[in-house]
């Protein structure tokens, strides 16, 4: 049985437009529901161990962090994170330098470790999945943030932009959906990545208060694999309160097409 969750995708005023600014001039603000809060919830892109731009940065994340720290002093901060390695998240996060970047007060967390539930699809036209499981945490914080870093890979023939929506694999169970490798989520690649983005959107993507897109550099792959390609400077991070829009800002600074899951998810949230 699905989680019961707000029946309804949050309405999107006019102060969602996302904000951009120099690397070295980023500092976080974060959305109204991280003031105060008791727990926190980040997901940042760190399934590989290599550094950016296939991951995250870690002056950008320390930022996020720091801008959460500072709107609530005593909340519990979870970094949640899924990897697509043979690593652990343990010996990526060590790689990486997480836990140079973490008070005591923040917690790095193994999505695949923690238990789940079934988030209901509030998709008006579900691709695939009526319901999607994700860790119960997701509803027993105050507020989510994905900060992801940008890339495009090759799917079909065609480009596939990772930015703060598609980030979200990794909180999916690789045990529920991985198909050959036990190391991915292949299932969530069928019948395609833009398409199952908009099941995951409408199962757990509306919960997230906000996103974070490191576009220091963009990352390209001649293929699908996220971990081997170029990076190419772009000196900027987008952050705001709509994954959405955040995405689609991410897009015009790196100078790409726009990504193509962006105008069917919000054509069906506007019908929503």
């Not at 590989?48 to 296939?54: I, L």
């Not at 790689?95 to 209901?120: E, F, R, S």
Request: charged share 20%; glycine share 8%.
């Amino acid at each position: 049985m699905a989680v019961q969750t707000n029946q309804s995708i949050k309405p999107v005023d006019i102060d969602a437009a996302p904000h951009t600014a120099a690397v070295a001039d980023f500092i976080y603000s974060p959305p109204g529901s991280a003031q105060g809060a008791t727990r926190i919830l980040v997901k940042p892109n760190l399934g590989y161990p290599k550094g950016p731009p296939v991951t995250v940065g870690m002056s950008v994340l320390s930022q996020v962090l720091q801008g959460l720290r500072q709107a609530s002093p005593q909340a519990e901060i979870l970094v949640v994170e899924g990897v697509c390695s043979k690593l652990s998240l343990a010996d990526i996060a060590g790689k990486n330098g997480l836990y140079d970047i973490l008070d005591k007060g923040m917690v790095v967390l193994d999505a695949d470790t923690l238990p789940c539930v079934a988030y209901p699809n509030l998709s008006p036209q579900p691709v695939r999945y009526s319901e999607m499981w994700a860790p119960k945490l997701l509803q027993e914080v105050d507020c989510r943030i994905s900060v992801s870093a940008f890339k495009i890979t090759s799917l079909k023939k065609q480009p596939l932009v990772s930015a703060t929506l598609k980030n979200l694999y990794g909180l999916f169970p690789r045990a529920k959906y991985k198909a050959r490798s036990a190391h991915s989520r292949g299932q969530l690649h069928r019948p395609s990545v833009p398409q199952i983005l908009q099941d995951i959107y409408f199962s757990i993507g509306h919960l997230f208060d906000g996103g974070v897109a490191d576009c220091s550099q963009k990352f390209i792959s001649k293929d699908w694999r996220p971990d081997v390609g170029t990076g190419v400077e772009i000196g900027h991070v987008v952050w705001g309160h709509d994954l959405l829009a955040i995405d689609r800002r991410a897009c015009q600074l790196a100078q790409e097409p726009v990504a193509n899951y962006l105008d069917p998810i919000e054509q069906l949230r506007q019908a929503g």
